[in-house]
């Protein structure tokens, strides 16, 4: 093929195209960048349509709903911060992943140790919502996302009596044998930051003569903090002229 040198070129040509070159250039670089923006998060698929993506195999669709939700919040170019999220899709993301994966533990760690660290206290409530009721779900196995719900609930929303409601729920619904004995009287302790030690001790009391403790350590423990809440009931009670 025969090439044409530049200088065949009409002038008017070779000056307007080294402006166009610039105008477009500029124009680009003008550009806003790409935004993700927090209400991109669409709602996960309705279940019965999630469960035929699932092709037969729903643990691994649902690892793949993890790996999805998990990596919105950081996507090319942006980072989104989880406050900004609308806590109700994110809500039905971790509840569309439990239904596909019942035995997940992944979505409710998601759920009270990164979602409910927000500064935003309605959305730490939802979130500590959440874990509540797939607690009721499945006690035994999720008390402990709960457990730490009611911590939190304790220390990051000074909010007793919501954190006892948590703590007396483990106590009620999570009596498989390997649930540890510190989060089934985790509500003894809160009745004690509350004030009412005879609630503690009569607690604390049944508890020590039900001979369900057996560790001879844990019952030491257990008759210490029985005096301690002795001594300090008798402290908070005034004394009669």
Same mark, same amino acid.
Do not use: C
């Given at each position: 093929?025969?090439?044409?040198?530049?200088?065949?070129?009409?002038?008017?040509?070779?000056?307007?195209?080294?402006?166009?070159?610039?105008?477009?250039?500029?124009?680009?670089?003008?550009?806003?960048?790409?935004?993700?923006?927090?209400?991109?998060?669409?709602?996960?698929?309705?279940?019965?349509?999630?469960?035929?993506?699932?092709?037969?195999?729903?643990?691994?669709?649902?690892?793949?709903?993890?790996?999805?939700?998990?990596?919105?919040?950081?996507?090319?170019?942006?980072?989104?911060?989880?406050?900004?999220?609308?806590?109700?899709? @994110?809500?039905?993301?971790?509840?569309?992943?439990?239904?596909?994966?019942?035995?997940?533990?992944?979505?409710?760690?998601?759920?009270?140790?990164?979602?409910?660290?927000?500064?935003?206290?309605?959305?730490?409530?939802?979130?500590?919502?959440?874990?509540?009721?797939?607690?009721?779900?499945?006690?035994?196995?999720?008390?402990?996302?709960?457990?730490? @719900?009611?911590?939190?609930?304790?220390?990051?929303?000074?909010?007793?009596?919501?954190?006892?409601?948590?703590?007396?729920?483990?106590?009620?619904?999570?009596?498989?044998?390997?649930?540890?004995?510190?989060?089934?009287?985790?509500?003894?302790?809160?009745?004690?930051?509350?004030?009412?030690?005879?609630?503690?001790?009569?607690?604390?009391?049944?508890?020590?003569?039900?001979?369900?403790?057996?560790?001879?350590?844990?019952?030491?423990?257990?008759?210490?903090?029985?005096?301690?809440?002795?001594?300090?009931?008798?402290?908070?009670?005034?004394?009669?002229?």
């Amino acid at each position: 093929m025969n090439e044409r040198r530049i200088g065949s070129v009409p002038r008017p040509l070779r000056i307007l195209l080294p402006t166009l070159l610039a105008v477009q250039l500029t124009f680009s670089l003008l550009q806003p960048r790409p935004q993700a923006r927090a209400d991109q998060l669409s709602p996960p698929p309705p279940l019965p349509l999630a469960r035929v993506m699932t092709a037969g195999e729903p643990i691994a669709f649902a690892q793949m709903l993890t790996l999805y939700l998990q990596a919105f919040d950081n996507q090319p170019g942006i980072s989104i911060p989880f406050a900004a999220l609308d806590y109700d899709t @994110v809500s039905a993301w971790l509840e569309r992943i439990l239904d596909l994966d019942p035995r997940a533990q992944y979505p409710l760690m998601m759920a009270s140790q990164l979602y409910a660290e927000v500064p935003d206290e309605n959305k730490r409530r939802q979130m500590f919502d959440l874990v509540y009721r797939k607690f009721l779900e499945d006690p035994d196995r999720r008390w402990p996302w709960l457990a730490h @719900v009611a911590i939190m609930a304790k220390h990051r929303l000074k909010d007793l009596p919501l954190a006892l409601h948590y703590a007396q729920a483990i106590s009620t619904y999570a009596t498989g044998t390997h649930v540890p004995h510190w989060a089934r009287q985790m509500r003894i302790f809160l009745y004690e930051d509350m004030g009412e030690f005879e609630t503690a001790k009569v607690l604390l009391g049944g508890l020590l003569d039900s001979g369900v403790v057996t560790d001879p350590h844990e019952i030491h423990f257990l008759i210490e903090q029985l005096n301690r809440l002795s001594t300090a009931d008798k402290s908070s009670t005034p004394s009669g002229n």
